[in-house]
Nanobody, 118 residues
Framework: QVQLVESGGGLVQAGGSLRLSCAASGRTLSTYGVGWFRQAPGKERELVARITSGGDTYYTNSVKGRFTISRDAVQTTVRLQMNSLKPEDTAVYYC????????????WGQGTQVTVSS
C-alpha cells in the first residue's frame, strides 16, 4: 500500500508561483509513475502532468511552459512547480501513483487546494 500526501497548496495572485509536493510515506516512488491531476468545481478531473519511472514527462497543453514536474534525488517526493499561475488554474490538485504496467492509477492522495486570484 502506498500512502500519498500532497502539500504546498494555497492562495496566490495571478502571475505568482506555488510548488506542490507529493510524498510517499515510508517508501520510494522510484518504480511508480506519478501524475498530478486537478478538479475545479463543476468540471471533470483532468491530468495536468505526469512523470514515468524513467523520468519521461507529459504536460497538458494549458500548462506547458508554466508547470514542471520532477522527482527528488531520493525518489520519495514528486513536485509540481507552478509558475505564471492563472485564475483558471484554481482547483483541487491530487497526486496519484501507478505501478509499472498498471493501466490506471492505483493510489491517490487527499488533494490540496490551489486558488489563484485575479
Amino acid at each position: 500500500q502506498v500512502q500519498l500526501v500532497e502539500s504546498g497548496g494555497g492562495l496566490v495572485q495571478a502571475g505568482g508561483s506555488l510548488r506542490l509536493s507529493c510524498a510517499a510515506s515510508g517508501r520510494t516512488l522510484s518504480t511508480y509513475g506519478v501524475g498530478w491531476f486537478r478538479q475545479a468545481p463543476g468540471k471533470e478531473r483532468e491530468l495536468v502532468a505526469r512523470i514515468t519511472s524513467g523520468g519521461d514527462t507529459y504536460y497538458t497543453n494549458s500548462v506547458k511552459g508554466r508547470f514542471t514536474i520532477s522527482r527528488d534525488a531520493v525518489q520519495t517526493t514528486v513536485r509540481l512547480q507552478m509558475n505564471s499561475l492563472k485564475p483558471e488554474d484554481t482547483a483541487v490538485y491530487y497526486c496519484a501513483a501507478k505501478r509499472q504496467y498498471s493501466l490506471s492509477y492505483d493510489y491517490w492522495g487527499q488533494g490540496t487546494q490551489v486558488t489563484v486570484s485575479s
